[in-house]
């Protein structure tokens, strides 16, 4: 059996934190689910990024 880990966030932007966080946690399980917090309103201060341009940026990571 696949252990899984869990990883929630508003990613607004990703940043190194974010990736060395995932990276720790890919070091300790087999596969990671990546929840992605929900913004109303997207090109603001306190959420610059939509949902589509924070994926984008966690898959190129």
Do not use: C
């Not at 880990?5 to 934190?17: A, K, M």
């Not at 994926?55 to 190129?60: A, P, V």
């Amino acid at each position: 059996m696949k252990m899984r880990g869990l990883f929630i966030g508003r990613f607004q932007p990703f940043h190194l934190g974010h990736f060395y966080a995932l990276k720790w946690i890919l070091s300790k399980v087999d596969e990671v689910i990546i929840g992605i917090g929900s913004a109303q309103v997207s090109y603001t201060i306190k959420n610059p990024f939509t949902l589509g341009e924070r994926i984008e940026m966690i898959w190129r990571v």
